[in-house]
């Protein structure tokens, strides 16, 4: 078996996955719970294998490098990172219905990958060949992943206060949106991402940063996707403050969340298809 | 002693304004992705109309990351993240550096976190065994008695964690210093440099000013290497650094891994072939004498030592794959001279009657170096240590306080466990239940 298989099947697995966490959140079946959060582990286990069989390849060819260097690889990293924090978040706040918030993500990644992207493993150009390449991807991926989540858990916040306010229906825990968490948790929990997020997003940039330096002598150049990486940072930043001016919490949060989020979706694509740049990943 | 603040000192300390500055930020940032940068007045013009490029030379949009009103937001920033800082900061102080045995019990009655218990004992035959029980459970406490008949004991765990918020926000300043220390001290320069040639100074970007190096660097070298399916693989440039006419230094600078000599840093950054020049190179097998050279096409170059002449005749290419062929001319000035093609790289061996010599001929190459001077880079990291440091602290640290108070109440003793953390209060809560198993779990204190 070879990694693009592995990945292949780990994609399905997810799409089942991600099938059911929908299914349990849409007719309250909670028994499928447990089986959507073990595709879900059996999925991350596949992929993990797939990235590492996919390492070992590189090496068969005779060039070998980690496999983070083009935009299949840093999708399929995406969606692992994705899976990895939200089984985090399964695990701490014992909620299964985030995954049908946030399983999506990762599978859209994938399905990306597999559909739109030449999956060829290829020898490094000489701009990449350095160890910051690694260390910068993976601080921006997980910062990356935290923030899909946060982005999906703006949704089912919006979801639950739009929807789910109605006077005549107060929290009936047998309804639809009745049995999403509470606001405040919701809210809790998407600031949580939000942080761990920001943290990783600003070590994204920072690791950029100081490997422009030490391939090109400048630390910052106003290339599109740095700048579109601050413009997030700055939508982040806002998130964070949010909380402490009166009338800005819950819902403004929720909204800056998924903002942010699509700032960072166009930092790593929009950028490379929309604007011209330093970056070679396109 | 609460002063009246005036109205600007307000007006910067706001977070409001914070949130205004940001989201201005950002707007303005995505307006300098869009609209091309650094272009010449008339691109503007073409693509946005007269009057819209006029509006632009107001703005500075062609360089709108160094425009007036850019760089007025990031002073704006600077000032209301000072502002905010100094407004806050003895409140701040005072909440790591303050006495918490100075509190009141009716204040500890109102903790996030409490408990308490009842024992038939005495207040100073219990307080040891509640010293140890803290003390044991990792809370190692301060005592003040007689607080309103009673003892109070109290516990922190990192008062410092509220100082990360403070280097969160002067880790922004830190970073805008070594900017502002880079932009005043620093430059930026390039330099074309040909296989051979020497050079004692380099180019200034921007102004292309010649700025002395104060040593002399060479370029030996320059080769490219490719992988197998014929992507580029390296590009190294090999030098060698010359002071006071003396080779000091020979090392080779490749992308991603440049050279830094007193305070310069040279980059990898690009080449060009030298059009009709080459790099030769020549040695006689028996002697082991050698020497290189760089030679014109059609021009003759004599190797006087040897008693050689020698010269590039005719090219042909380029070939598939890029290749050139090269037709030499040859004489020892001894017996018949010799021409023949030879591929452009390799090595042939020209026999004559005494000796044979190895000969290599090549494209000569100019590399592209780009210099860098920053002085304010240090300055840029460990603001960005501090950054990360302060965000891991502010999000992953709290501030934990502990207090116990034991007291008479009607014949019996009264021991009221309390406690409150500054974040992350799920994780005190759990600290705080561990204390509270200890207390009932302690053999000295028979708690009911
Ligand atoms: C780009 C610049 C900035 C960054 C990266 C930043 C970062 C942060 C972070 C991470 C927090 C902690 C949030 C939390 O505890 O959940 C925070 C809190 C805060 N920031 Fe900023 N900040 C910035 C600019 C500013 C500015 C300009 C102000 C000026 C008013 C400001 C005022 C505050 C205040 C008042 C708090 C709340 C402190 C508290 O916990 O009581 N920040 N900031």
């Keep these: ?98 995954g049908a918030f946030a399983t999506p993500f990762a599978v859209a990644s994938m399905a990306l990958a597999a559909l739109g992207m030449p999956d060829e493993i290829k020898p490094l150009v000489p701009a990449l060949q350095s160890n910051w390449l690694i260390i910068h991807v993976v601080t921006c991926f997980i910062g990356y992943a935290a923030l899909a989540v946060a982005c999906g858990l703006g949704v089912m916040y919006l979801l639950k206060f739009y929807i789910g306010k109605p006077a005549s229906q107060p929290d009936n825990q047998a309804s639809l949106i009745g049995s999403l968490p509470a606001l405040k948790i919701i809210d809790d929990i998407t600031y949580k991402s939000i942080v761990f997020g920001f943290l990783w997003l600003s070590a994204g940039i920072i690791t950029g940063a100081i490997w422009a330096n030490s391939a090109w002598g400048t630390y910052w150049s106003w290339d599109p996707k740095e700048t579109w990486s601050l413009i997030s940072w700055f939508v982040y930043a806002v998130a964070l403050h949010a909380r402490f001016v009166r009338g800005w919490g819950g819902r403004r949060i929720a909204w800056l969340a998924i903002i942010g989020f699509l700032a960072v979706i166009f930092t790593y694509f929009g950028v490379n298809y929309l604007l011209a740049g330093l970056h070679s990943y396109a | 002693m609460k002063k009246e603040k005036n109205t600007i000192w307000v007006f910067f300390a706001s977070v409001k304004l914070a949130l205004f500055t940001l989201i201005i930020l950002a707007i303005a940032s995505i307006i300098g992705t869009v609209i091309q940068q650094d272009q010449s007045p008339e691109f503007y013009v073409r693509q946005f109309g007269p009057t819209t490029a006029k509006l632009f030379q107001v703005l500075d949009i062609s360089h709108m990351y160094d425009s007036w009103w850019f760089i007025l937001l990031l002073v704006l920033l600077s000032l209301n993240l000072i502002v905010c800082t100094l407004d806050r900061f003895p409140a701040l102080w005072s909440m790591v550096t303050r006495d918490n045995l100075a509190t009141t019990p009716g204040r500890l009655e109102k903790m996030g976190q409490k408990k308490t218990f009842f024992v038939e004992s005495s207040v100073n035959e219990i307080a040891g065994a509640v010293a140890s029980v803290m003390e044991n459970s990792g809370w190692k406490p301060e005592k003040a008695d007689k607080k309103e008949g009673g003892i109070l004991f109290f516990s922190q765990k990192g008062p410092w964690t509220r100082l990360g918020l403070i280097a969160v926000h002067t880790s922004i300043l830190v970073i805008f210093t070594g900017a502002i220390i880079g932009k005043i001290l620093g430059y930026k320069g390039g330099l074309m440099l040909p296989e051979t040639a020497t050079s004692d100074h380099i180019y200034q970007r921007g102004t292309n000013k010649k700025l002395p190096l104060g040593f002399v660097i060479r370029c030996d070298r320059f080769q490219i290497s490719y992988y197998d399916n014929g992507s580029p693989k390296e590009y190294r440039t090999n030098i060698t650094i010359i002071e006071d006419g003396k080779e000091v230094e020979k090392t080779s600078i490749v992308v991603n891994d440049p050279l830094d000599y007193r305070g310069f840093t040279f980059y990898q950054s690009n080449f060009q072939p030298v059009d009709g020049q080459f790099i030769t190179h020549i040695r006689n097998e028996n002697t082991n004498s050698e020497q290189t050279f760089r030679m014109r096409a059609g021009k003759e170059i004599a190797w006087e030592s040897e008693g050689i002449t020698l010269g590039i005749i005719n090219i042909m290419g380029p070939m598939k794959g890029g290749k050139y062929r090269y037709k030499i001319w040859f004489s ?42 920053d002085p304010g880079v240090w300055w840029v990291y460990s603001g960005c240590f501090m950054l990360l440091a302060g965000l891991y602290i502010v999000f992953f640290l709290s501030h934990r306080r502990i207090w116990v108070y034991i007291v008479d109440a009607d014949n019996r003793i009264k ?6 953390a500054n974040k992350n209060k799920i994780n005190f809560e759990k600290d705080f239940s561990t204390l509270i198993e200890q207390f009932e779990q302690s053999n000295n204190l028979h708690l009911t």
């Design chain 1, 1 to 98: 078996m070879n990694s693009s298989q592995l990945l292949t099947y780990c994609t399905f697995t997810y799409l089942l996955a991600s099938i059911l966490y929908i299914v349990v959140f849409l007719f309250r079946v909670h028994k499928v719970g447990i089986i959507a959060t073990i595709c879900t582990v059996l999925g991350f286990l596949m992929q993990t294998v797939g990235i590492g069989l996919r390492w070992v390849e590189s090496y068969e060819m005779g060039f070998g490098h980690a496999p983070l260097t083009n935009m299949y690889e840093s999708l399929v990293f995406f969606s692992w990172s994705i899976i990895l924090f939200y089984l985090g978040l399964e695990l701490k706040f014992k909620n299964r219905l985030i």
């Design chain 2, 332 to 373: 020892d000035n001894k017996a018949e001279p010799v021409d023949f093609w030879m591929d452009g790289g390799a090595t042939v061996k020209i026999e004559r009657q005494d000796t044979s010599y190895f000969f290599t001929a090549k494209q000569l190459y100019s590399t592209g170096l780009q210099i860098a001077k």
């Design chain 2, 415 to 420: 021991i009221l466990v309390c406690g409150s």
